[in-house]
């Protein structure tokens, strides 16, 4: 995506091999670049969310495994070294499916591989992780487009209202996104739009890096607090509701960031389309029943007892505050993740087109799904 006439994709590396990535803890304060240089960088970019989104966190760890590969101290046993070392990668964060997808991958490399011979490959596996992550967005742009340019023929060219939660755009995956790639796609086609952004609290991914996105590429949006969903479906104000996915499951369960269950509990009740755009990355069909079975990430309750943002000083610096919002013996409580029953979802918008969301209409077009 272009940020001041530059295209940055979310992670890359660059010519001399570093790590790069968008420090998104910065955003949208500050645009700044991190380099990582090690697994214990990635782990902790991983876990302190400088990089986050089902997408990236997998797109990260297929880079993390090369760069262990690459500090791989000679004296060590290579296998076990490596087992030790993703297995760090995979405890950073237990929700989203692109994490194991991408470190399986890899793992099949150095697993049948001694180190010399598993290095380049595994350098080649982390691009083409990242390089299929962006064809998978641009394709789930083009199905997902269909459904918002039947909505505007419907409303004789009057914006689209989409409501979308959390960030599912190119900074939860290296380009295009999930749930916005729909809406990029028909705003570049000229077709009117118009984004209603939750805040999504404790982190504010809606308010720090969704609307930071629409803004830098002119899509009309507004910021709402989360609660407000409900009360604009009632009133005719929302159109189509579209979020992204953490994990799927084979029948169309979905984790998503915490508060979606509610946004698809008020569509369902006033009959608003709810869209889950997914790469098939993000799909676990080992599990069927997400809400019994699909780990939900249970994040430090510091983020629910502050709020971080900024302002200008007198020279009209921008610094970043944080600061306390309930009493000091107060405790939070901090899920970072929930559960939408399949029965409240209208369609899945993968890269290989919509399906309902249940087993039959998944299987039929995953047929990979059936061996569960
Ligand atoms: O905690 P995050 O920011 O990593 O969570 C990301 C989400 O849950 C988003 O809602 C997104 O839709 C899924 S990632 C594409």
Redesign the pocket.
Known sequence: MRIQNKHYTSIWLTDEDELQIIDQTKLPYQFEIATLKSNSDVCRAISS?QV????L?GVTAGYGVYLIAKNFPKQKNWKQYMREECDKLLKTRPT?KNLSYALEQQTKIWQNAAHDEALPKLRKKALELAREDIDFCKRIGEHGKEIIAKIAQRKNGQPVNILT????GWL??TDYG??LSPVYTAFNENIPVHVFVDETRP?N?GASLTAFELAEQDVPHTLIADNVGGHLMQHGMVDLVL????RVTRSGDTA??IG?YLKALAAHDNHVPFYVALPSSTFDFSLYDGVKEIVIEERNARETEYVTGYYHNADKEKLIQEVRICPEKTKGLNF??DVTPHTLITGLITERGITEANEKAISTLYPEAKKF
């Open positions: 969310m986050r989104g089902a997408g966190i989203a939660h959390c960030n599912a939860a995956f999930s749930a982190r991914q979020v992204g996915a953490d998503n960031k979606t970072a993740f």
